[in-house]
Structures are given as C-alpha cells and as structure tokens.
C-alpha cells in the first residue's frame, strides 16, 4: 500500500503539530465569518505557509464545492509547480472529504496530516442537511491512485471538534 497509516507518528514534528493546530485556528476563524468550521493550509517543504483557506460552501450564497481543503489545495497549485507540491504537506481541521481528497491528488500535494477524522466529524453533525458526510476514509481515495500521498491522521481530535460544538443544530 502506498499511503501510511495512524501509526506512523514518528514522521511527526513539532512544526507539523503547530501547522495542524493552525489550521484549526483557521476553522474557528471560519465558524466566526458565519461559514462551517473547516481551516487547512499547505506548507512547503520547510514548513512555510504557502496559503490558508477557511470553509466557503454554507448557503445561501456559499458555493458547496468551495471546502477549505480544496480551495487551499487549487490556491498553492496556482502558486507551485507540481514538483514542488510533491513536498508540501495540506494540514486540515478535520479529514478531507472525497472531493477534496480529488483535489489533493489532482494537485499533486505529496502529505495530508489531519485532525478530526470524518467518523468522529459525522457524530458531531449527525445527518445535517448542510454537511451529507461520505464515510469514505481520505486513505482509501488515494491509496487507489498511481502516485503516493502520505497521511497522517487523526490527531488531536478533542482540539478540532472544539470549533464544532454547538454548531451543527
């Protein structure tokens, strides 16, 4: 298999933790502005942010389609060549969905460390018509594709469900 596991916690840093939590500042920034509660970036190589993005998709005038995930992911391929995206890590709030799993790879990001997993992200929402949530892992997306995506997640899952609390109904 081309896609690491939860176990694989030694690839973590401390820079890796600071981004992830920063990208949960980002959703609780978005849950703020009135939007859904979701914050990634991407970040180089080295650990410098190359975009931030927070969740635009809640009506009425949101475009569902404009997920943190996939709106940092096409902003830093506009930005970096796909070689130089091989080497960039997409930290997100909380695991990313099908579509932006997509996006991820079509972007060519080599890494994704995330923080709420979409199993625990489904017992804060519960059926809410705003957020139809696929149980479909992020790993079983890329692990079907013909490039590797490294991915590291869930972590630090009582942090990112903090922005969700009291917000889905």
Sequence with gaps: MNVRHPAVAATLSEQDMALLRQAIALAEASRERGRH????????????????????????EGDPTQHAELVAAAAAAKLL???????????TSAEPCCMCSGAIYWCNIGRVVY?????????????HPENPTFSLPCREVFVRGQRPVEV???LIEDEAAGS??????
């Design 115 to 127: 923080a709420l997993s979409e199993h625990k992200l489904l017992g804060l929402t519960g059926d």
């Design 81 to 91: 060549s796909p070689e130089a995206l091989a080497r960039c890590t997409l930290y």
């Design 164 to 169: 969700h609390v009291g917000f889905w109904g």
């Design 37 to 60: 509660p979701f914050g990634a970036l991407v970040a180089d190589e080295h650990g410098n942010v190359i975009v931030t993005a927070g969740n635009n998709s809640m009506p009425p």
């Design 152 to 154: 590291i997640g869930p």
